[in-house]
């Protein structure tokens, strides 16, 4: 028997109520995908299209108002908020624009923040959140708080917090929309090679080049999948 996709999304859609009395607002209309483990999908768009919207379902962060969504065969769309709050614990990465790392902490801090829901001593905490920021070629820099980094360092350590937990699936929104060219570079190959190791990746993107480089590609507009597009191999590997 083969194995479930990662995502599996069922006739999945979300309505929202602006007022009482007013229409539903349709922010991703009934929709099917399915998203095998270790696909890196970049999902594109207009603003306001259903972007964020099927991110923020993918990730738990928000309920279906109808439909179903399979996250490695477990039925997760439909939990209430803390059992979906234990699904992003455990299961999910997540990755933001703007970082969302805390001031007050370390990059090692940071990093090893996620583990403190897990029963983990100190130490063991502390020793992962440090490999984790060596392999990303941030060993000289476990001590540096946030304003002591750059731009493309600062990803770097949200990268490494989304992947402390070792989840199955890493969300990265519009990862590289606030950083400069050569950051972003560094952060996509961060990324890909994240990628390469078997990581299942679904980023959402306006930069037309990182899109254009996924190996998979999903356009959403009004709610709704316009365009699944697949390649064989990604461009980074042809020119590898």
């Not at 083969?2 to 009395?21: D, F, H, M, V």
């Not at 696909?39 to 962060?61: D, I, Q, R, Y």
């Amino acid at each position: 028997m083969s194995n479930p996709p990662l995502i599996q999304l069922e006739q999945a859609c979300k309505r929202y109520l602006p007022k009482a009395g007013d229409p539903a607002v349709e922010a991703l209309a009934p929709t099917d995908l399915r998203i095998e483990a270790g696909e890196f999908v970049a999902v594109t768009g207009p603003s306001g299209g259903g972007k964020s919207t099927l991110l923020n379902l993918l990730g738990c962060l928000a309920p279906l108002s109808a439909g179903r969504y399979l996250l490695g065969g477990r039925c997760v769309g439909g939990l209430a908020e803390q059992a979906r709050a234990d699904v992003r614990n455990r299961r999910i990465g997540f990755v933001f624009q703007g970082f969302q790392l805390l001031p007050q902490l370390s990059a090692l801090e940071n990093v090893a923040l996620p583990l403190l829901y897990q029963s983990l001593p100190q130490q063991a905490r502390l020793q992962r959140a440090r490999q984790l920021l060596e392999r990303l070629g941030l060993g000289e820099r476990l001590q540096h708080r946030p304003d002591a980094l750059s731009g493309g360092q600062r990803q770097r350590v949200a990268i490494a917090r989304a992947l402390v937990c070792a989840p199955e699936l890493i969300l990265a929104d519009e990862p590289t929309g606030s950083l400069d060219p050569e950051s972003s570079l560094e952060v996509m190959n961060v990324l890909r090679e994240l990628h390469a190791h078997g990581s299942t990746l679904v980023l959402v993107t306006h930069d037309p080049a990182i899109a254009s480089s996924a190996p998979r590609r999903l356009r959403i507009e009004r709610g709704r999948i316009e365009q699944d597009q697949k390649q064989s191999r990604a461009p980074w590997a042809e020119a590898a």
